[in-house]
């Protein structure tokens, strides 16, 4: 009878917590989602964009506004799980992520961001132009962010990790040469490249390698919300019938492919550990086909 009564009350606070939050959905004026991590940081743009188009084609009548405060990546899962200071954020996928928040799996950037090239600094082009395989670039160490989900797949690689929880902080590291290499994606490097080369004139994107960990980046959405997320997926799906996806991928990114050159780099593909069974791969239109751009994928870069 104790048991009963207890699974009873489950299942009375599981319906009423959809049937607030269903509630709360309509009323909302605003959606919040992620705060950038300093005035250099425009790695949210596109999705933020994206979002904003999203909600339109569903409909939906709220404003984007970004989180009033920054939070690591491990309190951001918490607040999206509560989902009252954040509701939408694009992340790549990591641990506990899919089974705790509602993940709406269609790569947002199509893949592009796992195509990593390096930042460095000037004076280690010529040492990085004789890397023949991975074990030779292993013998350089890289940075990433602490809490990024690209920090154990290049851990699992065998890469020595040097880490900071600030992103700023990271460029401060790379010029003070704590480490040798800075993976960043082909929609970022470029970027942050112009932003950060004020405070390290030395700073480049290297010109012959890029790694390659197969990395979508998704909307999450917090569990108090199922009817915003069924709404975002249909928008999406909506975006990428009518071309206008492509459209917004074309405006944003269409330049840093091509001024990547992968047909040109010698390129190295890791294991992504951080990706469930359900990643779309058999969704060949969601993902970008560097084929299309000549470069030519192997595991040792051969």
Known sequence: MCNFG??????FCCVFFLSFDA?????????VTLKPRGEADNRYRYVEELL???LQKADIHASVTQAASDYSRDRLLQELIIGENIQVIAEAPKPGWEEK????RIPLRKGIQGFRLLLINRQDQKALAKVENLDDLMAFPTGSGSQWS??????????EVITSEDYETLFRML???RFVTFGRGVNEAFEEQASFSGQNPDLIVEE??????????YFFVSPAY?????KIEAGLIEMIEDGSFDEHFRAFHEDDLKRANLGSRKIFTLTNPNLSEHTPFEQSDYWFDPASVGAVMSEDGS
Request: proline share 8%; net charge positive.
């Open 6 to 11: 207890r699974l009873g009350l489950a299942i």
């Open 23 to 31: 509630r709360a959905f309509t009323q909302l004026d605003e959606i």
């Open 52 to 54: 904003r188009k999203v």
């Open 101 to 104: 928040l509602i993940p709406i």
């Open 150 to 159: 690209t920090r154990v797949v290049m851990e699992s690689a065998g890469f």
């Open 175 to 177: 010029q003070l040469r």
């Open 208 to 217: 012959t390698l890029c790694i390659y960990i197969p990395l979508p980046t």
């Open 226 to 230: 199922p009817e915003l997320a069924e």
